[in-house]
């Protein structure tokens, strides 16, 4: 099963800053404390271009909207 768009996000700038996701931190694993940082990214992107907009007909800020409402996989 695929994981949620923002615990993917989450999971990639974890590991982008060199820190092995699942890790401990605080007593969870690092890669949730970047979820702040995965939800500002997708907000980030949520108002798209005309060329976006041209390439999914409209679609895209619901899938911004779906993106940001899944949350993490618990």
């Not at 931190?25 to 907009?53: D, H, K, N, Q």
């Amino acid at each position: 099963m695929t994981k949620p768009a923002l615990e993917r996000i989450a999971r990639a700038l974890c590991s982008h800053d060199g820190h092995p996701e699942n890790i401990q931190f605080e007593g969870e694993p690092m890669w949730r404390s970047y979820l702040s940082a995965a939800r500002t990214a997708l907000m980030a992107i949520r108002e798209p271009t005309e060329r976006i907009r041209a390439a999914t007909e409209g679609g895209w800020e619901a899938m911004v909207d779906a993106a940001l409402k899944e949350g993490p996989a618990i």
